[in-house]
């Protein structure tokens, strides 16, 4: 999904992998405050659906400082709803549950 401008020509929504898109690099660093102040109703799109406003995402974080789109980005994925980065706690490094055949040697 491209940015999506509106009449006024402000952001309505963003999906979530391309936060670090709102800003360039010499904008920093920058508080959160600032961020909500510029795109705080921006709505966040989730990969695997819904969405959220960056305000309440960005609320969690309190009032902080990012020094790169890095800190940013991870402040927004700290502060997602949990369903929205995948299934909780799943890692497909996991070691093998009882009953599973995994064949280490095997390679994709």
Known sequence: ?????????????????????????????????????????LTVDYPGGGSEPLRQILDTAGHEEYGTTDDLQL???????RDAVGRPRYSDRDPPVVGEDRNPRRSF
């Open 1 to 41: 999904m491209e940015k999506a401008p509106d009449t006024t020509g402000r952001l309505r929504s963003l999906e979530m992998d391309r936060i670090d898109e709102l800003f360039d690099a010499d904008a920093f660093p920058i508080t959160t405050e600032e961020v909500q102040a510029e795109f705080g109703d």
């Open 75 to 81: 402040a927004v994925l700290n502060g997602v709803q």
